[in-house]
């Protein structure tokens, strides 16, 4: 899974913010640098990198938190027609 695409999810709303139903649940696309897993009965963490930037995560990020981005376009548009952008 290490260099793997994923989205982030950040259920934080700003505050004062009108946008809470409306929002995006997921963040941008992170490449997976490393997984950490210390003991086999807790599950592992990951270290992301962010695409734009570069520049890693202050923190890593639990399984719970993130989902596999799929960059192919057009292979979804061929699966869901009815979803245009």
Request: net charge positive; proline share 6%.
């Amino acid at each position: 899974m290490v260099g793997d695409k994923v989205l982030m999810i950040n259920k934080r709303v700003p505050a004062h913010s009108t946008r809470v139903l409306t929002r995006r649940n997921y963040n941008w696309p992170y490449i997976i640098a490393s997984k950490i897993q210390r003991d086999d009965q807790i599950g592992p963490a990951y270290k992301l990198v962010d695409t734009s930037s570069g520049k890693s995560l202050k923190y890593s990020v639990t399984t719970a938190r993130i989902k596999k981005y799929n960059d192919n376009r057009p292979q979804f548009e061929a699966v869901n027609p009815h979803y245009r952008r």
